[in-house]
């Protein structure tokens, strides 16, 4: 079974860095990409940007460009997700997904992360 | 970036009957366009890819269609499990973006 396991909740201070965590399974994780999906009551689902845990190529939308840093560890089939200097803007919920071969679709979701940003 | 368009925000739809989502695009993405589920607490679930080709799992009653700057998911006979959001995404052009969503609520 395709399984992607995010690491838990965050309470976080602005200013504050946070990393989270998205472990594969059950698959060949060096066969896909796996993508970091924003989800926020204001906007919606925002991509984030993508990683491929071989040899951590990543494209980042520009919108999130500054913002936040993907790694990979292939020996443990995990990808991370860093963001520095959170704001209360950055209260949201965290997606990782992975990316269909041959296109850019998200078949198999993270059950996500809720990082809450608050002074 | 490309815009995504979905409308309508709401619809309402009694159990049984058939609903037509749209997906309108601000430029054209050929057929890269995907469709979405997502229930309260949940994460998003792939229904249709390829604009038309239904994920593995999903039921023949869900139907995509369209192409270039316009798309339509199609439910069939709803079921109460079908009551959720659904979210169009493209692939066509970087940065991939996804609509606003339309919250699929009971009549």
């Known amino acids: 079974e395709v399984q992607l396991v995010q690491s838990g909740a965050e309470v976080k201070k602005p200013g504050e860095s946070l990393k989270i965590s998205c472990k594969g399974s059950?698959?060949?994780?060096?066969?896909?990409?796996i993508a970091w999906v924003r989800q926020t009551p204001g906007k919606g689902l925002e991509w984030m940007g993508i990683?491929?845990?071989?040899?951590?190529?990543?494209r980042y939308s520009p919108s999130f460009q500054d913002l936040v840093t993907l790694s990979a560890d292939e020996s443990i089939n995990t990808v991370y997700l860093q963001l520095s200097s959170l704001r209360a803007s950055d209260t949201a919920m965290y997606y990782c997904a992975r990316r269909t071969v041959g296109a850019t679709y998200l078949d198999y979701w993270g059950q996500g992360t809720l990082v809450t940003v608050s002074s | 970036e490309i815009v995504m368009t979905q409308s309508p925000a709401t619809l309402s739809v009694s159990p049984g009957e058939r609903a037509t989502l749209s997906c309108r695009t601000s430029?054209?993405?050929?057929?890269?366009l995907a469709w979405y589920q997502q229930k309260p607490g949940q994460a998003p679930r792939l229904l249709i890819y390829?604009?038309?080709t239904r994920a593995t799992g999903i039921p023949a009653r869900f139907s995509g269609s369209g192409s270039g700057t316009e798309f339509t998911l199609t439910i069939t006979s709803l079921q109460s499990e079908d009551f959720a959001v659904y979210y169009c995404?493209?692939?066509?052009?970087?940065?991939?973006?996804f609509g606003q969503g339309t919250k699929l609520e009971i009549k």
């Open positions: 995404q493209q692939c066509d052009n970087w940065p991939y973006t």
């Open positions: 390829g604009a038309s």
């Open positions: 430029q054209s993405v050929s057929s890269n």
């Open positions: 059950g698959y060949s994780f060096t066969n896909h990409w």
């Open positions: 990683i491929y845990p071989v040899d951590s190529d990543t």
